[in-house]
Each structure stands twice: as C-alpha cells, then as structure tokens.
C-alpha cells in the first residue's frame, strides 16, 4: 500500500482546500442536475446569493473554477496523454478510456474522453466550467469585503479560465459554441440551444479575453504567498497562452483548411476559413516574443544545474540528467520552468507509480510499470552529436543505424552513467543525448534515485533496471508489466521515493501545461513561419536563439554547428532553409517535450497525424520467456495504431446532437 503523506500537506493550496472542505460538491451536485443544453441551471439564486456572501466564500467558488480546468495528468481524462501513443498501456488495459481514444476507437454513442457532455472519462464538461466562470463573473462584483485590486485579479483569473476552456474544446472539438455569459434566468430550453461557431470566430473571441486580461494588468508577476495561492494564475500566463493560440490559429489546421470546404454552419457557410493567411504567422511570432520578454522579467526561465538542489556529490553527467527531470517534476514553489501547471490535479501517485520500474521485490505493489514508452520514442531522441540518428555521419559511416535494432552491446567505462557496465543492452542505448537517458528507463540503463538506497557517493554505482524473463522489474503481475522495455522516468520526481521495500511516499508536481522550453520553440517555429518566402528561403538568425537555447540546455551545440559539423553531406545545410528549419524545429519538440502530452497537439496542427499516426507500436519482446539478452531485444508489435482524417476532432456526443437539434456533427462521424 502506498503513501500520500506528502500529498496531504500540499492540501494548503487553495485547489486542496476546495477538495478538503467538499466545496465541489456543494455547488456541482447542485448544478449538475440540469438536462438543458451547455449544461445551463436558471433556478439557483439562493444557492449563488450564498456563493457571494463574503471573501472566504468567493475564494471558493473562485477555487471551483479553477477545478473545472482540464486534468493534464490523466491518461483517462487528457487526450493527449496517449493520444499519439508517446505511451500506452499493456493489453490488459487496452479498454480503458485514453488507450480507446489513442487506438483510433472513440465514437459518438459513448465518446472516449468527453468534453463536450462530461461522460465518459473526463470527469465533467468544460461547458459546465465555462458556465461556472460565467456565474462568477456575474457576481463577484457584490461581495463586500474584497478590495477592488482583489476583485479585478479574480475577475482577471476567471476570464482567463474562461479562455483556456474555450481553447481547450477548440483543439478538441473544431468550431464550438461560444459561451460568452450566462443565459437568462427566464430563458427557454429552445433558446439556449446555441449554434456552433465558425473556427476563425472561436479564436477571435478567446484573444478577445486574452487581450482584455493582459490589459488590464490585474494579475500578479509572482505568487508571493506560497502558503495559499500555489496554483493561480501570474501575469506570465495569458501572454504565453495568447502566444500558444495564435501559433495554432496560424497552423495549418486551423489556417486555410480545405479539407473542410463542406463542413458548414447552418447558414451554408464554411465552420474553416478556405484561404490561408501567412500573416497570422507574424502575429503569432510577436506574441510569443512579448511572452518570452514578460516571463523573463518575471523570473521564468530554463530550469537550469545551478537550480537543482543536490543531496549527494554527483558527476555533471548525473547532475544534467538530475536537472533535465527536474524541469518537469520539480515541485511548484522551486521549479522557476512552469509557466503554468494544473495543481487540481496534480501529477502524484496517479501517474508516478505506473512509471516506475520496480528496483526489489517487496515493491511490487507501489511500481506497477502500468504506463509504457514504445520503441519508436527510444528512437526519436538525437546521437550524441545532436542530430537524428539517420542524419549522423558517424553513425552512417559504421552502419549503425540500419542495425540499431539487432545490435547488442556491453557497457563500457564511457557509459558508466547511463548503463551498467559489462552487461548486454542495446546498441541504442549507445552515443545518445542526454535527454534520452532522462526521459527514458530501460534494461540496464541507471536509474539516479527514488529509492532509500540508491544514491551513492559515487554516481555511478546507483541501481540499473533489470527487466528481463524472471529479473526485478520483468512483471509485478499478470496484469500488471511493461509491454515495451520503457519507462517514462522524466514523469517521476526525484523526491518521490521509497522509505523501504514496501513503503513509497509520492512527492507530487503540477502536469507541466506550460513550461518556458516549451514557449522558446513556439517563438522558434513562429519565426520561422513569418519568414517571407517559399522553403528554401534563407533563415532569419533569431529562429536559431531561441531553439538553441533549448539545446544548450540539454547539453548540445547549436543547430547549425550540430548539422556542419555531424550530419551526413547531404544533410549538412538543413538548419539554413525556412523548410529544414521547420523539419528540425518540429523534431526538437518532439524531443524536449516528450511524454508531456505536446506531441498530439502538435500534429494534430500541423496536420500530419493522418500521416504519421498510422503504424505498428512496438517494444521489445518483454514477456518471452528466455533470459537471452537476444529474444529480450527483438522488436515486437504491441498494438497498431489508427489515425484517420475524421480524428482530427472527436465527436459530437450523439445524446447532444438529440438535445440540440442545431448542432452540426464533426466530419466522419
């Protein structure tokens, strides 16, 4: 049995204390009884008169508003999680709602991760938030006791839900409907049945609150009271998610999408706009820019070395892998990377337990190994030149990459950090970036801490995971195993650990929603984009400071020097082209945000999942039973994946389409 020790003390912040004091269920259980389209509720006067009396009931409500944000740290109630399968589960939980999404297998009777009608998994409707913000903001203005600095920071909070909810549904619906204040008290079933909009009005109308929020200047710079406020909205926010909407409104989704010429509005108008529109690329560039400028200026920036808090003497290799997990995991107060993450529902043992390997037996019950990396991401981090290890002229030269599958290897001295030495692995564990060794535990690879005995004086004795037929970390049950040979390490705190074999106490970290790594390759890629000319245009410098940054951070030099120096003839003047640079743009996100969710937003927008999404999922042959390095390492198909155009949106759930006749169903379903 696990411990939540830790987890309870975090109940200061004002997201536990909404939990602690049952204030959710107070209003939910309330509002949710309503069959009425959006979710509306008109007969709650008394109940919301009550909501408003004073300060410490705002906050409150103010606190359910911000639980109806979606759960980032939930494979069951985040599409993206396993949404490009990043990470999947083994076959015994292939039914479960986030596996059913990712596998191509949703539909519009019982929709996977719902959204749009709160079933299924997603634990309630964004609608039903977004009617909450709406509440609040009809209201706050009666409380007496606030100060108005007070009240305009909370309106300015609430707005800003109110964005990230709208846009929420956008990435996940297409055209929605726009919800903009409360409906009347009096109002009629009839009336409240809305039309869904046009996709270019959606994302108008959430800059229109981004934009008023930013000028209205109501939001702190910092959270100085750690005791109460963890968790809310800073002035960084709304500047670095103006940013990230403009970089999709500007993508090729979203931007000039004929795929969609006959999905119309009931007026027989085009939901896409059918001509694309190269400036919203200079706008999205400018906006990323002001949201770099204002986060630094306000203290967010990579997490670096210097900002992780060693324990014990460590190598600068340790010590970089130590640092590049940490500006996921590390816990809000310290983490200076996190623009924003979900502290409602953070990342503790719902998501840590199913990514660790177990380390002794007695631990079986806390590792569960339940969440696995395919083989594909083991593949996609760079060599240790910084180039992807098709384009390396090194590994070229030795042909290595063709047989990066079938090669095994021992350990060496050069490795010590990264894997044990004198034991078979494979080749691909060999010459890789150190992000790769970060993000990713495997069969003997070192594993740097989480366990009461696995932090030596000297780094490089720490434990390395065994997973072969009958070894530690092979199966907890007949349930419960890893089906690929990867473990999401990055997701794991450092601080999350085993007090013995049998007892584990989980340090819990905000589901990172946005960080700054994140927010420098936006302003990299928007750059780019706003470069006049066709893809072989010449690239504008500043593309490089922001990507390089990223990189410098990782331990890698520039994207220049990488490819001049590494990358085999006919790839070396890559990063000088407006259409390399996006190549390799979109090959650095996928890397520094690996397991965090990004990757399925990102395709989706860029509008190739429908290329990319369709293929075999492999791992290694984890469940043979042989204790032959050779039958452990031969790739093996674990699921198929299926990506179709019609999945670029979830559906409409089909009990909304009966309710609200006016509704128009996505393309395909």
């Known amino acids: ?3 939540t020790g830790i987890i309870k003390n975090q109940k200061c912040t004002m997201m536990k204390r909404i939990i602690k004091y049952g204030i959710i269920s107070m209003f939910c259980s309330a509002l949710a009884v309503s069959c009425n389209y959006l979710d509306i509720v008109p007969d709650q006067i008394p109940t919301i008169d009550d909501a408003f009396a004073d300060r410490y009931t705002a906050e409150q409500y103010l606190a359910t508003c911000y639980w109806g944000m979606p759960k980032a740290a939930g494979w069951d109630q985040n599409p993206a999680f396993l949404g490009s399968m990043e990470m999947i589960m083994n076959s015994n939980f292939r039914t479960s709602g986030g596996m059913i999404f990712a596998l191509g297998e949703d539909n519009p009777t019982s929709s996977a991760i719902n959204y749009w009608g709160g079933t299924g998994t997603a634990i309630r409707s964004l609608y039903a938030g977004i009617r909450e913000c ?32 709208h846009f929420y549904l956008i990435t996940h619906y297409g055209p929605v409907c726009i919800v903009r204040e409360s409906a009347p008290v009096n109002e009629s079933t009839q009336g409240i049945r809305v039309y869904r909009d046009k996709i270019d009005d959606c994302f108008a ?3 229109e609150l981004l934009d008023g929020i930013i000028a ?10 750690r005791t109460t406020e963890l968790g809310r909205f800073t002035q960084a926010v709304p500047y670095a998610l103006k940013a990230r909407v403009l970089t999709y409104w500007a993508s090729d989704l979203f931007n000039g999408n004929t795929d969609y010429a006959t999905f119309k509005n009931h007026e027989g108008e085009p939901f896409f706009n059918q001509v694309k529109d190269p400036a919203r690329w200079t706008r999205a560039a400018e906006a990323c820019r002001k949201a770099v400028e204002v986060c630094l200026n306000n203290g967010i920036r990579l997490y670096q070395k210097a900002d992780y808090l060693q324990t014990k003497p460590m190598s600068d290799t340790t010590l970089l892998v130590n640092t590049l997990r940490s500006a996921v995991s590390e816990q809000i107060n310290m983490n200076v990377e996190l623009v924003y993450g979900n502290t409602g529902y953070p990342c503790a043992a719902n998501v840590q337990r199913h990514c660790l390997p177990r380390f002794e037996t007695g631990s079986a019950a806390n590792a569960t190994s339940r969440l696995n990396v395919p083989l594909h991401i083991a593949d996609l981090f760079y060599s240790n030149h910084g180039v992807p290890l098709n384009e390396d002229e090194e590994w070229a030269m ?6 990066r599958f ?8 050069a490795h010590r950090f990264f894997l044990q030495p004198a034991e078979i692995t494979s080749a691909l564990h060999f010459d890789r970036e150190v992000r790769f060794y970060a993000a990713l535990g495997f069969d003997r690879g070192k594993w740097y801490g989480n366990h009461y005995n696995n932090e030596p ?8 995971v065994q997973t072969r037929f009958a070894e530690v970390a092979n199966r907890v049950s007949n349930s419960e195993y890893n089906s690929t040979g990867y473990w999401a390490k990055k997701l794991v705190a450092l601080n999350s650990r085993w007090r013995d074999a049998n007892e584990l106490t989980y340090m819990p970290y905000p589901y990172p929603d946005i960080r700054f790594a994140d927010l420098l390759l936006l302003a990299s890629e928007t750059v780019n984009e706003a470069t006049p000319g066709e893809d072989n245009a010449a690239v504008d410098p500043e593309v490089y400071t922001y990507i390089d940054l990223v990189r410098a951070r990782a331990g890698l030099e520039g994207v220049v020097k990488s490819w001049n120096d590494h990358a085999i003839a006919e790839r070396k003047g890559r990063p000088l082209t407006k259409g390399g640079m996006r190549d390799i743009i979109r090959h650095e996100r996928k890397i520094e945000l690996a397991l965090e969710g990004q990757d399925y937003w990102d395709r989706k927008r860029w509008k190739v999942a429908h290329r990319e999404l369709n293929r075999n999922i492999q791992g290694w042959n984890t469940l043979v039973e042989d204790v032959s390095p050779q039958a452990y390492y031969t790739p093996t198909t674990v699921y198929t994946q299926r990506f179709t155009v019609r999945d670029y949106f979830a559906p409409i759930p089909e009990s909304d389409l009966i309710n609200n006749p006016q509704l128009v169903q996505n393309p395909g379903w």
């Open 406 to 413: 079938e090669t095994l290897r021992a350990g060496d001295e």
């Open 134 to 165: 709406n509440i609040f903001l009809d209201n706050i203005r009666k409380v007496q006791d606030l100060k108005s600095d007070e009240t305009e920071r909370m309106i300015a909070e609430v707005n800003l839900l109110k964005a990230w909810m």
């Open 457 to 464: 004086n000297d780094d490089a004795e720490c434990f390395y």
């Open 216 to 225: 209205g200047n109501a939001l702190p710079d910092r959270i100085t009271n």
């Open 398 to 403: 030795q042909d290595r990459y063709s047989s």
């Open 205 to 207: 109308y959430v800059i």
């Open 1 to 3: 049995m696990y411990h």
